[in-house]
């Protein structure tokens, strides 16, 4: 198997294990003592889930024998529009620990700058792989999702329950 053939086989399966870590969907357990949630945790969630769909459809494609570039600019302009919604769907009172059903963790409001920090590096790569997705080259796409998908991990390593 040539290099290329070879690079070109592997490359769609090392993209996806990138992307799978973005994908997950949001868990917890519902504490009875918080009363009703707050739309804004259901947004939130609802935003997250929309990241992790949108990187399923990226994953698709760069698996697919002739990926739809057209959908991977979409994907990506979704992602980082949803990125840039981020910081706004926390506000104070709204942690798991407030007994609400969210893997928010305490963290995100006792190290604040920290959270930003997290948050603008995911809406710089986002709009890197926006970039890359609008140049209609899946192999870029394909290449950078490993930096993508780590300011996913940076944010739930310090500011996500990892419940698993």
């Given at each position: 198997?040539?290099?290329?053939?070879?690079a070109?086989?592997?490359?769609?399966?090392?993209?996806?294990?990138?992307?799978?870590?973005?994908?997950?969907?949001?868990?917890?357990?519902?504490?009875?003592?918080?009363?009703?949630?707050?739309?804004?945790?259901?947004?939130?969630?609802?935003?997250?889930?929309?990241?992790?769909?949108?990187?399923?459809?990226?994953?698709?494609?760069?698996?697919?024998?002739?990926?739809?570039?057209a959908?991977?600019?979409?994907?990506?302009?979704?992602?980082?529009?949803?990125?840039?919604?981020?910081?706004?769907?926390?506000?104070?009172?709204?942690?798991?620990e407030?007994?609400?059903?969210?893997?928010?963790?305490?963290?995100?409001?006792?190290?604040?700058?920290?959270?930003?920090?997290?948050?603008q590096?995911?809406?710089?790569?986002?709009?890197?792989?926006?970039?890359?997705?609008?140049?209609?080259d899946?192999?870029?796409?394909?290449?950078?999702?490993?930096?993508?998908?780590?300011?996913?991990?940076?944010?739930?390593?310090?500011?996500?329950?990892?419940?698993?």
């Amino acid at each position: 198997m040539s290099t290329s053939r070879f690079a070109k086989f592997l490359a769609p399966a090392f993209a996806a294990s990138f992307l799978a870590a973005c994908a997950g969907e949001p868990q917890g357990e519902t504490q009875a003592a918080a009363g009703p949630e707050p739309a804004v945790i259901d947004e939130r969630q609802d935003n997250f889930e929309a990241i992790g769909d949108s990187f399923k459809a990226i994953r698709t494609q760069l698996e697919s024998g002739s990926p739809d570039t057209a959908i991977i600019l979409a994907s990506a302009s979704d992602i980082n529009t949803a990125a840039q919604k981020v910081e706004g769907h926390f506000p104070e009172g709204t942690s798991l620990e407030d007994g609400y059903d969210t893997e928010a963790l305490p963290a995100i409001w006792a190290k604040p700058d920290e959270f930003a920090e997290a948050h603008q590096m995911l809406v710089d790569r986002s709009a890197e792989m926006v970039k890359l997705a609008e140049a209609g080259d899946p192999a870029a796409v394909g290449a950078y999702v490993k930096e993508l998908g780590g300011a996913c991990k940076n944010c739930h390593d310090s500011f996500r329950l990892d419940d698993d």
